[in-house]
């Protein structure tokens, strides 16, 4: 049986295989349409299948997708709503802004605060920074004040708050969590805040392999956003021999590290 066939038999099975093979290549308007009415009519995960899917849909079916993605953060069931905050994030629905602020303060569940504030952090408006803040400071869940606080330096990547260094240090110096410290390394050097530098020389010795995973991350994520370039130029370097020392660092330095600093080292060298 076809995509078409699957999606129009009355067998659950045959929905499901024809829902996971919708992608780049596959989707169409009529079939949208059929995998919405199947997601509001069926079972959560159903429903959580198709919000996961709509991240492969073609440009001309985002406004679509995007307008029952927002339907879907209001849904009863917290996968539902957390799979559809991570692909509005991949979509970059901006009209899903005000709807993933609120899940950010006050759903009761931290995978969908988590995913909700990395969608904010892909959508980098700047007008997020208030929510945000609140959050990277005040949820109880590391996790979720660590995805805030790289949503944050997405959002403010352009324009520093004005109070940046002293919101920044007394931030960092509250927070408990070495992982979620680290995720404040990005925004730190995006707010050319000189402390930023110091910690993150501090956090690679010693670091477990967690912590060094988080630190690759946020070295990732800050070369792929207009690099600061005010940093010194024998920095990178150093920060590249420290984690050389790693017993840990070849796990990470082929996929994840090399290709960041080598960015990061040319932004350096070319302010």
Not at 1 to 29: C, F, K, V, Y
Not at 200 to 217: C, F, K, Q, R, V
Request: hydrophobic share 45%; glycine share 4%.
């Amino acid at each position: 049986m076809d995509i078409d066939a699957r999606l129009n038999s009355p067998h659950e099975s045959d929905i499901l295989s024809a829902l996971q093979a919708l992608g780049p290549h596959t989707w169409t308007r009529d079939r949208l349409e059929l995998a919405i009415q199947h997601a509001r009519e069926g079972e959560p995960f159903i429903t959580s299948l198709v919000a996961e899917m709509m991240e492969s849909v073609p440009r001309e079916l985002e406004a679509a997708a995007g307008k029952f993605l927002i339907e879907c953060l209001s849904h009863e069931d917290e996968t539902v709503r957390a799979d559809s905050a991570e692909s509005i994030g991949v979509l970059g629905f901006a009209a899903a802004r005000p709807k993933l602020e609120d899940l950010i303060l006050n759903d009761p569940f931290d995978l969908v605060r988590t995913d909700a504030a990395t969608a904010l952090g892909q959508l980098a408006d700047p007008n997020s920074e208030g929510p945000l803040r609140q959050v990277a400071r005040q949820d109880e869940h590391p996790v979720v004040r660590g995805a805030a606080a790289t949503a944050l330096g997405r959002c403010t990547n352009d324009a520093p708050p004005a109070d940046a260094q002293a919101w920044w240090t007394e931030t960092v110096a509250a927070e408990e969590s070495p992982e979620v410290k680290a995720e404040w390394v990005g925004p730190g050097l995006r707010w050319k805040v000189e402390a930023a530098l110091s910690m993150l020389e501090a956090m690679i010795p010693g670091s477990n392999d967690e912590l060094l995973d988080t630190i690759a991350h946020a070295i990732e994520d800050l070369s792929k956003l207009h690099p600061p370039m005010w940093i010194p130029e024998d920095y990178w370097p150093r920060i590249e021999a420290l984690l050389g020392a790693h017993p840990a660092y070849a796990e990470y330095h082929e996929f994840v590290l090399e290709s960041a600093l080598d960015r990061l080292k040319v932004a350096t060298s070319e302010s």
